[in-house]
Every structure is written in C-alpha cells, then in structure tokens.
C-alpha cells in the first residue's frame, strides 16, 4: 500500500469547521482512500472512503484532489465528540482486507 | 445489533506466560483481523482470517498465531510473552477479506507484560 503523510495535529474550536489534510503522492490509480478516526480509550471506527470524486456521508466529506495525490477530511461543525485521531489509508481496490495505519493526525477540539 | 466483541478487557501477564485473546465479530461478518497497538503509534496488523482460513499476515514473530471458529469467532495466541508485547490488541470484522468492505473494531484487550 502506499504511503500518506499527516500532520501530527490540529486543533479546533467547537461547532467550527475542520480541514484535515493528506498526501499521498505515490497514489495509484486503484487505490481508494479511507479514513478511520480512534476516539480515546476505543478502538478505530470508519469514517469515510472515496476514489476519486469528492464524497459526503452523516460523518463528514471527503475532497479529493483532481490529482488524486491529496485529499481533506472535512468535518463540518466540530463537536468535542469530534476529539480523535484520524487515519488517512491507503487501500488497493479488490486487495485484501488489512489496513496500514500511521500515525494520524491528533485532533483537539476546544469548546 | 451488538458490536465487535473482545474479551478480557484488560489482562496482565509476566514476560515468558502465554495469553490467548478472544473475539466475536458481528453477525454475518466472515473475516476476522488481528492488530497491535502500541502506545502513541497507530495500530499494525497482524492476522487476517476468512472463512477459517488465513488470508494475510503481518511482519510479527512465530510466537504470535491465531484461529478463526466455524462460529468466525477468533483467537489470537502469543506464546513466550515479551515485555515489548505490552499493547492494545485489537480485533475487527468484516462482511468479506476485502479492501471494499470496512473494518468494524472491537475495543481491543489491554495486555500489559510485567
């Protein structure tokens, strides 16, 4: 899988807008993008996922580059549910199943 | 519907014991995977099962193995414990062994090695 690139953290006040920025230059063309989020004390739950147009679901949006070798995670109004750390993945469509986590970016959500 | 299942919560063991961690997928999820995660880094993955069968595994030592039930419950095995095995084991279910498919997590067993 290819590799991502994340700031180590970010933070945010409460019911703002949230931009989470990822690289990944070495993309190919059948790889997706996945995001995971891992609240404390929890284990990872998925977020969002997309190939290569922009996507929206009830947890957030995902903007992807027109050359694919970015894409942010927007969470529209922060919560301080929203305090996590997010995982920008790489995965090959029709691989097998295993992520590759970094180290994700820290998000702080201040009220 | 309930969740990913793992069980103990929390366990401690001493350097050369052996532990076996348990988990239950959702219903009707057929794949199984295995991670470690150690404390500040993201998790690694270490087993994936499918169907009883093995279908992918990590760069960790012989000493760690693991099963998948006709149930697609799951157990992951460490033999010789090591203080370096210290981590959040955390299992995840799948409907399928794909990249397609999302993982869904359980909320990992705490093994601290003393």
């Known amino acids: 899988d290819a590799k991502t690139t994340q700031p180590n953290s970010m933070e945010s006040n409460e019911e703002e807008p949230v931009h989470l920025p990822c690289n990944h230059s070495t993309i190919s063309g059948t790889d997706y993008i996945h995001w995971y989020r891992q609240l404390p004390s929890q284990g990872p739950e998925y977020v969002i996922h997309g190939l290569t147009s922009n996507v929206n679901n009830r947890m957030a949006s995902l903007a992807i580059a027109e050359d694919r070798k970015s894409s942010t995670l927007i969470l529209h109004r922060a919560t301080l549910r929203d305090a996590a750390v997010y995982y920008c993945i790489l995965r090959e469509g029709g691989s097998q199943g295993n992520l590759i986590f970094g180290k994700g970016t820290k998000l702080s959500v201040k009220p | 519907d309930a969740g990913v299942t793992q069980s103990p919560t929390h366990l401690i063991k001493t350097r050369g014991q052996h532990v076996t961690l348990r988990c239950s997928p959702i219903s009707g999820h057929k794949s199984v995977s295995w991670y470690q995660q150690v404390l500040g880094q993201g998790p690694q993955f270490i087993f994936q099962?499918?169907?009883?069968?093995?279908?992918g595994r990590g760069n960790f030592p012989d000493r760690f193995s693991a099963r998948q039930f006709p149930n697609y419950s799951s157990e992951l095995n460490v033999n010789a414990l090591l203080l370096g095995d210290s981590a959040l084991y955390l299992c995840?279910?799948?409907?399928?062994?794909?990249?397609?498919?999302?993982?869904?997590f359980g909320p990992g067993t705490r093994l601290t090695v003393l």
């Open positions: 099962y499918y169907e009883k069968e093995e279908r």
């Open positions: 995840a279910s799948s409907f399928r062994d794909s990249s397609y498919n999302e993982q869904f």
